[in-house]
């Protein structure tokens, strides 16, 4: 089975700092996503990467950034945390062409 | 631009019963997949079921099964038999059929969540 694991279950992290959430997956696949979950808003894309060092903005991208220097590493990076951005991170992955995503667990960031 | 619609936050069932969660969607396309995802208390998400726009049976995987209407853009799920590991939220998502880049992207509607009583 494929699998994408995502590094933290639970993450603190204090205002202002800079916050790496790390997603891997194990498949080979070409295709990964981040997105963000919040309750009444459903799964919102951040940022997504068709391959490696390529990305591009999804719908929320702001203050985002991503890093994909290698095919099964997917990071999504918060220069700044703020307390906005307290949510539930999930990143998926796919191959090119196919029609499923397979989900990591999520990592609930909390910006204190 | 695409969008899906899920229009009951939240959704009861007794043990044993039956219940239907709603999905409605918008496109001007006609080849697209749509699909449901569960996502329970562990929080990883499972695809329960897709549908191809293009074929007019509705898709079934056990107790679950869809009523895709593509003239009303509606693609609800029915859980039959629903079981206590039925608990999750659901989303409905949509996907454009032959596109490349964020337009192949799949779209998700808000969620439902289902809660199952013994």
């Known amino acids: 089975d494929v699998k994408v694991t995502q590094s933290s279950r639970y993450l603190v992290k204090r205002t202002g700092e800079k916050v790496f959430l790390e997603c891997v997956q194990d498949?080979?696949?070409?295709?990964m996503f981040w997105y963000r979950q919040d309750p009444g808003l459903g799964l919102r894309l951040i940022y997504f990467?068709?391959?490696?060092?390529?990305?591009e903005k999804g719908d929320i991208p702001e203050g985002y950034s991503v890093s994909r220097e290698k095919k099964e590493r997917f990071s999504l990076i918060l220069e700044s945390a703020s307390t906005n951005q307290t949510s539930m991170y999930l990143c998926?992955?796919?191959?090119?062409?196919?029609?499923?995503?397979?989900f990591g667990s999520g990592t609930r960031l909390t910006v204190v | 631009a695409q969008t899906v619609t899920q229009s009951q936050p939240e959704m009861s069932v007794q043990e044993a019963e039956t219940v239907t969660l709603s999905c409605t969607y918008d496109t001007s396309e006609s080849d697209y997949y749509l699909f449901w995802y569960k996502q329970p208390p562990s929080r990883q998400m499972i695809l329960v079921i897709r549908?191809?726009?293009?074929?007019?049976q509705n898709a079934t995987e056990n107790r679950f099964s869809v009523n895709f209407q593509k003239a009303a853009k509606s693609f609800s799920l029915k859980i039959s038999d629903s079981q206590l590991g039925d608990a999750a939220m659901y989303f409905c998502a949509y996907r454009l059929l032959g596109y490349g880049g964020s337009q192949g992207n799949l779209i998700f509607g808000k969620g439902t969540k289902l809660s199952v009583k013994p």
């Open positions: 998926a992955s796919s191959l090119m062409g196919d029609l499923g995503y397979t």
């Open positions: 549908q191809e726009a293009y074929k007019q």
């Open positions: 990467s068709y391959d490696v060092k390529m990305k």
């Open positions: 498949m080979d696949h070409e295709n």
